[in-house]
């Protein structure tokens, strides 16, 4: 085993013998215990050998930290980097890159033959490995473990998760012999404090050393004085001014709004946290940052790094975030207001981190954070050979008790759960490559399928709560000896009886009103409707003083019997939800005519190869020649419009569309319609877009003008432009290397890439 230059924690030697051992592992352990010790080991065999060795992240800016890290310790010449836009020493022996890249090369498509892409590669490490429990992203996962060749061993490191131990069961089925290397064990311990605003000038220990929750903590009160709130006390700046006085700073605190991360900032700001000689380091460093980034020049941000706060989140520009990076690394910045995207393995350790609130609006309303999430956030808490106790404050608000607090603190961590999701890609590239029955192999190896009994658990309970229903309905018991059967025979009998007793008396009414007889045929009836009321006084049922309940009784029964009907078809699709979606996609795609025998055609490759929301969408636009015949800005604008997720409907942009990209745009509604009813008719949901909000300005920018001009017309966060042109970029990039795109589209989109990515937007 390699020799560290410090001595290991029992549970990183465990895991560096299983690999020297040549098997597969996955690894969890909580934030910051020290995980990235494995995979160096792994590197340093893979060195040793001369072999080969993949380093994957979920996310660019983890990826290129990765690469600057690996090029420090190892040497460039040993390190690359692939991410979707950069390319560096592609066949180093070490090559950081995103899990999306690493997923594609197993495809075996635009990064060239599988068995080129894994020549020699011996390791992969899957960082991150929970992102499995990401909406968007975690199928990435699923299929990066089911195509891995099975000669590579996996190092799958994860932060701490309920079913680890059916994580490594299922990669040990698909894949290879792995092992599961689990502890809890935090090299610097957490403990946790309380803000209650009644004692602003303290924290309080939220635990009692016995593990129950502190009773001198009281709950926060809404307070109203004649119909308004009470103006309150400033929480944010007390909770800091009491860190800074019990020396527990540097510290992130973690808000789930990006106004709020700014506004507190800004609270904040007057407490100047740093000393005079501190303050002058921030300045000569900041001075120096925008010297290389003079676009930064007139963030309005600058003043209050100099007081030793700031703001970290996706509104923000790419490049302003890694100066707040680079300062928080330094311990000039004391405490950073961030939302939850920060605690996604950015290198920003501090000695506390501060959670404002348990619950963060979503989508769908208001939600209690889940376990992992809290645990993800806490674990940014305490710096490895810098503290001996890590903090984490909960600030007490009115939408919360501290019994709730306490019980998410001591809440274990959430389980994996699979999103695993057949795309038009995945189909193709699988019929590609493989049978129909091949293809379905695979599908099923997936970790969602593998998990399903876990997946399928609350229905079964239902399924188990409706058949104790339908059992004690079953159990009653008629003392005449009469089944369901009979009670519903006599039921129909009583039902006629009445009707037609009815019937016959209206019948007599009109007669007697109009002076007539009743005629043959009426009295007929009426003698069959009293030996219908004989044949009803035949049953025991007719005196029976329980024919009202057990009417009832079969009544619920019927209901029960109807639901339990519905949920076993529910069960049964979903098991097999996963092979029913891959089926759905494919016959939209032999109805399209892009998949022939279950084999792709030349327009069928082409999708195969592109990577968005739906493929197919973007190909059919492709295919209909609405992106042909436009200028670099043009095509980036109808590019921008399909690639833009639909925002809050109060958003809107005031900026006119081109003439030519709004008949482009037309065009591709009746495209996106005719997909819809398509999608609509074999069951598929995959999304597809036309929000021409940030169109225009993209088109602006890639016609020359200057960053300040484009961010005065929206009122978005800079960061949020930044994303939205980046995505552009991609798609744009994703015509440059697929085959059979029209040459023309090919050669405006390079041309639109050199003209977008330029300063700020070319800052990872």
């Not at 060239?112 to 011996?122: A, E, F, H, W």
């Not at 002076?515 to 030996?531: I, V």
């Amino acid at each position: 085993m390699y020799e560290f230059p410090f001595e290991l924690d029992d549970f990183q030697k465990e895991a560096c013998e299983h690999i020297s051992n040549g098997k597969s592992v996955v690894v969890c352990a909580p934030t910051g215990a020290g995980k990235t010790v494995i995979a160096q080991h792994a590197i340093h065999c893979a060195l040793e050998k001369n072999q080969r060795v993949f380093y994957t992240t979920p996310l660019k800016a983890l990826s290129n930290q990765k690469y600057n890290d690996f090029s420090m310790q190892y040497g460039t010449e040993r390190v690359g980097l692939l991410t979707g836009d950069t390319s560096i020493n592609r066949g180093a022996q070490i090559v950081v890159m995103t899990t999306e890249v690493f997923r594609n090369m197993l495809y075996g498509t635009n990064f060239g033959s599988v068995s080129d892409n894994m020549k020699n590669v011996r390791y992969v490490v899957l960082d991150e490995v929970h992102y499995m429990n990401d909406e968007q992203r975690g199928t990435v996962w699923e299929e990066s473990i089911i195509y891995c060749p099975t000669n590579v061993q996996i190092i799958a490191l994860s932060a701490t998760v309920a079913n680890c131990d059916k994580l490594t069961e299922w990669i040990n089925t698909v894949h290879s012999k792995t092992e599961l290397v689990n502890t809890d064990f935090r090299p610097v311990p957490l403990r946790f404090y309380y803000f209650d605003s009644s004692q602003p000038n303290t924290i309080l220990p939220l635990l009692t050393p016995s593990g129950a929750l502190n009773n001198k903590i009281k709950p926060e009160k809404k307070q109203f004085r004649r119909g308004k709130p009470v103006q309150k006390r400033n929480t944010v700046k007390d909770v800091v001014r009491v860190l800074h006085e019990k020396n527990m700073l540097p510290a992130i605190y973690f808000t789930f709004s990006r106004k709020k991360c700014d506004e507190q900032m800004e609270k904040c700001a007057e407490l100047c946290l740093v000393s005079p000689k501190e303050q002058e380091e921030i300045r000569q460093i900041v001075d120096d940052y925008i010297a290389e980034n003079p676009y930064l020049y007139r963030n309005k941000h600058i003043e209050y790094l100099l007081q030793g706060v700031a703001s970290h989140h996706a509104g923000l520009l790419p490049g302003w975030k890694v100066l707040v990076e680079k300062l928080f690394q330094k311990g000039l910045i004391k405490v950073v207001f961030a939302t939850e995207t920060l605690a996604a393995g950015i290198n920003m350790p501090a000695r506390s981190t501060v959670i404002s609130s348990i619950s963060k609006r979503t989508d769908n309303g208001h939600r209690t954070l889940t376990p992992s999430e809290f645990l993800q956030m806490s674990g940014r808490a305490g710096r490895r050979g810098m503290d001996e106790i890590g903090y984490v404050v909960i600030v007490g608000t009115a939408f919360q008790t501290p019994e709730e607090v306490a019980e998410l603190v001591l809440s274990d961590a959430n389980p994996l759960e699979s999103k695993f999701s057949p795309s038009y890609s995945m189909v193709l590239n699988l019929l590609q490559r493989f049978s129909l029955e091949e293809a379905k192999e695979l599908v099923l190896k997936s970790f969602g399928y593998f998990s399903s009994n876990t997946r399928i658990e609350p229905l079964l309970k239902i399924q188990s709560e409706i058949q104790s229903k339908i059992d004690e309905c079953n159990s009653f018991s008629c003392y005449c000896k009469k089944n369901n059967q009979d009670l519903l025979d006599y039921n129909k009998i009583r039902e006629i009886y009445v009707q037609n007793r009815r019937t016959f008396k209206t019948i007599q009414k009109q007669e007697k009103k109009k002076n007539r007889q009743l005629t043959d045929e009426a009295k007929e009836f009426g003698r069959q409707t009293k030996l219908m009321l004989d044949k009803m006084h035949s049953y025991e049922c007719d005196t029976c003083k329980l024919f009202k309940k057990h009417m009832k009784i079969i009544e619920i029964l019927n209901r029960y019997e109807s639901k339990k009907k519905t949920l076993a078809k529910e069960i049964e699709k979903q098991k097999d939800i996963f092979w029913n979606k891959f089926l759905s996609h494919r016959a939209v795609l032999i109805d399209s005519g892009y998949l022939k025998d279950d084999y792709p055609n030349e327009q069928g490759v082409i999708i195969s190869q592109l990577r968005s929301e739906n493929e197919l969408f973007l190909a059919l636009v492709i295919f209909s020649g609405a992106l042909e015949g436009l200028t670099p800005a043009e095509l980036a604008s109808v590019i921008c419009a399909i690639t833009t997720e639909d925002m809050r409907a109060d958003l809107y942009s005031q900026l006119p569309l081109s003439p030519n990209v709004k008949k482009r745009l037309n065009k591709i509604k009746d495209i996106k319609r005719a997909l819809d009813k398509k999608q609509k008719t074999f069951d598929v949901e995959d999304p597809m877009y036309i929000n021409a909000f940030y169109s225009p300005i993209i088109e602006m920018w890639t016609n020359g003008a200057e960053w300040e001009s484009i961010i005065d017309e929206v009122e978005m966060g800079e960061g949020d432009i930044v994303r939205c042109f980046k995505r552009v970029i991609d798609v744009l990039r994703q015509f440059c290397t697929i085959d059979n795109i029209p040459e023309e589209i090919v050669f405006t989109a390079r041309e639109a890439i050199n003209l977008i990515n330029r300063s700020p937007i070319d800052i990872e």
